[in-house]
C-alpha cells in the first residue's frame, strides 16, 4: 500500500486545515485508517482512526475539534481540524492497516501559529 498524504500548511491558532491521505496499490483488504502526529522531541502518538466500518477514534486532545472520515470509493482518508491550537503542531503520518500490516505516509507539516 502506498499513501500519499497532503493538506499541511501554516495556520493561525484558532483556524482550520483539511489532510488528505489518498491509498493506492493493493488496497484491497485495508480495515483501518487513521493518522497521527509527532511534534518536535516528542514521540508519534495517535490523532484518529477509522476502520472499514466507519468506526471512528480520537486521541483526547483533538475530540471535538478534529473529525475523521473516508470515501471508500476513492481510497481516501481526510482528517478536518478545527479550532487548531499551537500545540497541533507537528508532522502528521497516514497510516493504513491490511491484513495485520501497517504502512505510512511520507508525513506532511502543520504548523499553529499562535
Known amino acids: 500500500v502506498q499513501l500519499q498524504a497532503s493538506g499541511g500548511g501554516l495556520v493561525q491558532a484558532g483556524g482550520s486545515l483539511r489532510l488528505s491521505c489518498a491509498a493506492s496499490g493493493s488496497v484491497f483488504g485495508i480495515n483501518l485508517m487513521g493518522w497521527y502526529r509527532q511534534a518536535p522531541g516528542k514521540q508519534r502518538e495517535l490523532v484518529a482512526t477509522?476502520?472499514?466500518?466507519?468506526?471512528?477514534d480520537y486521541a483526547d486532545s483533538v475530540k471535538g475539534r478534529f473529525t475523521i472520515s473516508r470515501d471508500s470509493a476513492k481510497n481516501t482518508v481526510y482528517l478536518q481540524m478545527n479550532s487548531l491550537k499551537p500545540e497541533d503542531t507537528a508532522v502528521y503520518y497516514c497510516?493504513?492497516?491490511?491484513?495485520?500490516?501497517?504502512?505510512w505516509g511520507q508525513g506532511t507539516l502543520v504548523t499553529v501559529s499562535s
Open positions: 477509522i476502520t472499514s466500518g466507519g468506526s471512528t
Open positions: 497510516n493504513a492497516v491490511r491484513f495485520l500490516i501497517s504502512s
